[in-house]
Every structure is written in C-alpha cells, then in structure tokens.
C-alpha cells in the first residue's frame, strides 16, 4: 500500500513540477501555441 | 499557403517517421518497441491526412487547424504512451512495470483533470480549448519524465546503448522544442523564424530514433567508465 501511495505522490509531484516548468516558459505569453509531433506547417490557432 | 522549403521539410520529416518503422521491422525490434513504433506509423498516417485537408481546403481553413490541433493532441497522448513503455524497459528487471502502469494512469489522470480545470472558466470551444491545453501539459509533463528516466538510466547503471539513445534523444527533442516555443514567447517579433525552426526540430527526433534501429544493434553496451585506482 505504501508503494502504491508513494508512486501516486510521485506522479502528483510530477505533475507540479511539469506545471511550474510550463509557467515559467509560458511567463512572457504571446499567444503562441507549443506544438511538439512532426514536421506538418502549425496552422494559426483558431479559438486564441 | 506554406512554401516550397516547408513541403520539402514536411516530406523528409515523414520520410524519416516511415524510416523508424521500416528500421526496427529491419532490425527485428518493432514489438519490443510496440508504442515508439506505433507513434511513428501514426505521424506518418497524420501527415498523410494532413497533406490531403491542406490541399483540399487550404492552409488557412478551420478544418486543417482542428484537424491539426486534434490529431497532435492525439499524438501527444501516444508519445506519452511511448515514454511510459521507455520506463517499462528500463525498470524491467526490477520488476516495477506495475508501478511505472500506475503512476502512468495517475499521471495522465492528473494532468487531465488540471487541464480542465484551467480550460473550465472559458464558456465556449470547451473540448478544443481542453484538446489544446492537455496537449501542452502532456509536453510538459513529458519533458519532466524524460530527464527524471535518464536520472535512474544513470542511477541503474543501464549500459544498453539503443535504450539510452532513444531516450536521451527524445530529451533533445523535448528541449529544443521547449527552448524554441520559450524564445518565441521572448522575442514576438522574430516569431516568423522560431515558426520555420518548429518543422525542422520535428525533423530531429525520427532521424534519431532511425539511426538508433539502424546502426546501433539490440546488443550493443556502453562500456562502463573506468574506475581510477588510487594507491594508499
């Protein structure tokens, strides 16, 4: 059990950090929309 | 409409997606590595239908930019997939694959929730808004994931060469994504050139992964360092 919670600490752990990763990269937002899966042209986002 | 130089870039990045796939069937490796390879036919088949929407309603038209946006949110999903198989591989002889499953799930579950919550106080487009923001937590997330799983590849003392050029090649490609989208929020101006940059990181991770099929075999190992002798 405690193995179990400790991996679901870990994840939520995780998940603070990619947050406050993706805070302090998107802190100067411009609009701009991160697309990261091939080389396709990235259209205009349309709901920005 | 996007110019010559960005079809020619769009072409090879396909060409290298389909090259990973045609590699690890080469190299007998495409169900030890099921998810990576399913991830590269995907982008391949993504392309596909990407090309035909541009061709038949154009660069600017909505149905290009949702189906666009949607199947990268999807991709994302599986590159996600992809890392979790990664952390599958590496802590294998541990016997901790139901661990890294759970976390997985929690993860995933987690990065769910927080995404609608941010997307939630907007009243319309509430699935694309929610499609667009789990896809950039996901990358986020993902990036985090992949230095933590070059920590234990460093920490488990793992010398498998292909399984540590896998992920430290998608560590590559999750920063310069992450460096280019940063810069672009930086300096707006030049956003016309960060836009060319994205296609060509796209460019980075299937070259990687097809090299890594290609030459470097299932058995090879990194030597370990050597260990100094000091005399007493």
């Known amino acids: 059990m405690s193995k179990r919670l400790a991996v679901i600490a870990a994840s939520m752990l995780i998940l603070v950090g990619a947050m406050s990763l993706k805070s302090a990269v998107t802190s100067k937002d411009s609009g701009a929309v991160l697309m990261a899966n091939g080389s396709a042209p990235t259209p205009p986002s349309p709901w920005k | 409409m996007p110019g010559t130089m960005q079809y020619v870039v769009w072409l090879v990045g396909a060409l290298l997606e389909a090259g990973v796939v045609v590699c690890a069937i080469k190299r007998k490796a495409f169900r030890r590595y099921l998810f990576l390879n399913l991830y ?58 139901r661990y890294v499953q759970m976390g997985s799930v929690a993860l995933f579950a987690g990065t769910a929730l927080f995404s609608f919550a941010v997307v939630e106080q907007f009243s319309d487009k509430l699935l694309s808004r929610f499609v667009l923001e789990i896809s950039q937590n996901l990358y986020f997330v993902g990036l985090l994931l992949t230095y933590i799983l070059w920590a234990a590849i460093l920490k488990l003392r793992e010398t498998r060469t292909r399984l540590i ?60 360092a050597g260990l100094a002798v000091t005399p007493r």
């Open chain 2, 165 to 224: 050029q896998l992920v430290l090649s998608l560590g590559v490609y999750f920063s310069l994504y992450a460096a280019n989208y940063a810069l672009r929020n930086l300096y707006p101006s030049a956003e016309a050139l960060f836009t060319v940059l994205n296609p060509l990181i796209g460019c980075f991770l299937p070259f990687a992964w097809a090299y890594a099929f290609w030459k470097l075999p299932e058995e090879a190992r990194l030597a370990p």
């Open chain 2, 40 to 97: 590269m036919a995907s982008e391949v088949v993504a392309s596909a239908i990407r090309f035909e929407i541009l061709q038949h309603y154009g660069f600017t038209s909505l149905t290009y930019a949702y189906f666009y946006y949607y199947s990268d949110a999807l991709l994302t999903i599986l590159l996600f997939l992809v890392l979790s198989s990664l952390y599958s591989e590496v802590f294998r002889e541990l016997n901790a694959e």
